[in-house]
């Protein structure tokens, strides 16, 4: 209960610097360096990282699941559920060389958000169109 006490706390005294600072917009001219307000706040950029990561992950998911379709049709049985899955996997570790490929930063307190961001809907959307389009190529008319 504490911690989420502290939580309403918190973004109740943002929600206040956010006001003030608009207010203060408002009334002063903002190209007169004295009367600048002392909240500078800026937007989050770590937002930004992390829905750029998402959708270069669900694009990739998306391509993969067709990718395996048409790779491993001559594959049978067993193996190939095992050589999708290391398509899976290698395909998401792509993902976090793109990343930084592409500069995607995240705060050095959220170095873990490079692997963890969109990693169970790039699961689901990699199996979902491998699954429609198997389905899709085999199905009879």
Not at 71 to 92: K, N, Q, T
């Amino acid at each position: 209960m504490i911690a989420n006490d502290f939580k309403l706390v918190y973004c109740d005294e943002i929600r206040l610097m956010i006001k003030h600072t608009k207010k203060n917009n408002k009334k002063n001219n903002e190209n007169n360096p004295e009367n600048k307000n002392h909240y500078n706040i800026e937007p989050d950029t770590g937002k930004n990282s992390h829905t750029k990561l998402f959708w270069v992950r669900v694009c990739m998911a998306a391509i993969g699941g067709i990718m395996a379709t048409l790779l491993f049709e001559s594959v049978e049985g067993e193996e190939r559920r095992w050589a999708s899955i290391l398509l899976l996997i290698s395909i998401f570790i792509t993902s976090i060389g793109l990343a930084k490929l592409l500069k995607i930063q995240f705060h050095k307190s959220e170095k873990k958000k490079i692997i963890t961001t969109g990693m169970g809907s790039y699961v689901f959307i990699y199996l979902f169109m491998w699954i429609l389009t198997y389905t899709l190529s085999h199905a009879k008319m």
